[in-house]
């Protein structure tokens, strides 16, 4: 594995040394995950211009159960209580001879920049912009069996909660319940803060579960994920609560779900990430639903939930094969609930079957 | 209550016009919270030249149960879909006829920056430093009285976990426990990630749970706290599993018990904040353990966990009263486990009683 995050970071020291940068700085969390294989909180990761150092305010390793860094990474750990792991990594990039260095602008304060450069003089600091995010897009067939997995725990949990009983109940409980869940099932934690949304507040993107209760006649919607080292996955599912749904939740639920599929099946390598949005979208806007979408209709998933592609409107690119995204329609009308459908796949091209789909929970609207 | 923020906000503008800025716009999530009484997602918010206005990315207000901001506090939520809510304050700023905007380079990357100085060039862009959060570190009784609640909360829940069996349960399944109870007694959530170590793993600040099982004769240390409208506890306590403590677990018990004493007793407003940590840190210098103690003793608590003050040995200022802080040393042997002791308390003169002690779990050394 460790040859795995060093093959990464000879890429992006490569791509910076094109850009004429000797050496980058990285200190996005997910990013200095990706490259080093850990993340401990604010650390900074030093990819050349020597030898590539993981700089650490405390010693990260110094538990029973976590492993080390392997391979050539090395690690330092910040003597004394208040430096700055990233100002530390601009001092070892000079005193390593380095003239350049490329920081992430966009992960860096403005603070943290300036005592960065103030550090070390003579170093010149370029942005070394999304380049990790870049590489990140396109996973290796490892990530994606940490999302398959991811998947499938949440596939669990959501299955276990559906037969027990759910009238009475809070949002909140349910939440929590589905969080232990994906613990149980071998998850390190949900993916992001599970999300149940009942009657009035279902189909709403997001909704912090309240204590309102279950109750008859309610559309239920929950939206989870497991993270599974590291990786995220996410669903969403619309039930309907009590013996038969009425006709507006059927009409709803049939529209998000021709507008989920409609997404799904434009994922192929090649399709720009805006035809995906507009397939979806269109579904929904001659259902007069228009003004009610959101921003976007999926999301590209791996070390973070929300990472690139983003499928929205006006969202620059196209698919690649072995990126995983997430379909997320939902439509909420004011006052009387809504509808969310939400799946993990993995853009494949259309000889492998066309894409991979990893949370399988059935999309039939079930009464509950 | 929309009076106490429009109160804030006030106090926070004067400060900027003192210091030649004629608007703030903040961008740090508990500093948009501690004036606007909402912290939606990714908002701004911008304070003066005329009127204050919370800035959205998507309109945090439309669920049945989140209320809208009172008083005097507008809401603007951005239109489509790539908008920056901090580069739409600086146009308004601009627009109403500010021709400076202090802005929080500690929170907005270089990025934003740039964007934000881009989209009103006449604007010229200054510091706000941490105004917001110096203003945050004082708290008034209604804050006081949110963190006294979210004690309680994790007085609680601990109480009940240890009424319960524990030998044989991963540290994963205690810290889940943990956290659904602090739910069921009132909290939104836990403050941070509930920290439970066991055996060897026992008394590490931060210990992420592992798989690991409560054995006979562990030290068992567990670290939580509840979020209640926003504030946030902290509690730290260690226990032994099995019939009697071994001599060293003893040992090392009474000196933590001792340093964190020490650090307790210190707590009055005037004292310098290197002192608090000092009162604690010498006694576990004294009993050899000097080289193993964290970067700091204790830190302050609010909205954020780990907000101002630091009480550590390099930290420059002086208690307040009303300043809730933690006291929270610990020791760790590698390879045997450790201590940690933790309270929540509040700085109070000595004519009223001394510190507030808002944790109220025993720290005897408790064989479960």
Redesign the interface.
Known sequence: MSDVYAARRSRLLERCLGNGSEAALVTGAANVRYLAGHAP?DAALLVGPVHDVLLCA?DPF????AGRPAGDLRVFVLP???GDPAVAGAERAAAAGAGSLAVE??????????AVGAVAPGLRLD?LGPAVEQQRLVKDEEEISCLRIAAEIADQALGELLESILVGRTE??LA??L??RL?DHGA??PAF?TSVGT???SG?A???P?D?RVEEGDFLSVCLGADYRGYHSEIARTFVIGTSPADWQIELYEQVFAAQRAGREALLPGTPYRDVDRAARRVLEAAGHGDRL???IGHGVGLENGEDPRL???AMGKLDACVPVTVDPGV?L??RGGVRIDDTLVVRPEADGGPELLTITTKELLAL
């Open positions: 909180a405390s110094d538990t029973a159960s004394g209580t208040e602008e966009h992960h860096l304060t403005v603070r943290r920049h300036r942005d909140r409980h929590l319940e969080e232990r613990v390190s934690g803060p009657g009035p507040d709403l997001g909704h912090v309240s309102r959101g921003p976007r929205a409107p006006t909420h004011p006052g």
